[in-house]
């Protein structure tokens, strides 16, 4: 099991019955160990922000979803439990875009 860049997958964030859709946001093609993987959260709470990513109608996730990039965080890959399917390349390009604004980058 090895999450790739743009898979969304089910991850136990671990808070008690907690788990939730996420988007691997960490290049696997990166040449080092990884024991962790950077992710966007998935929510279906869409409070309009520039920081929030509309994912349209994917049929692996419910109609309303947003990527919320003001949840970037990085869990260990075993929290990774099962991919849900691969983002369109516009959307994971939208949520890198947000993320340059979030970071100042």
Known sequence: MNPKLGEVWLVDMGMVGKIRPAVVVLDHQLPVE?????HVPVTSQNRDSQLEVSLGHLP???PESVANVQGIGSLPRTRFERKLGTLPAADLGRIRSAMRLAFGL
């Open 60 to 62: 692996f996730l419910s």
């Open 34 to 38: 990884r024991a962790i993987i950077v």
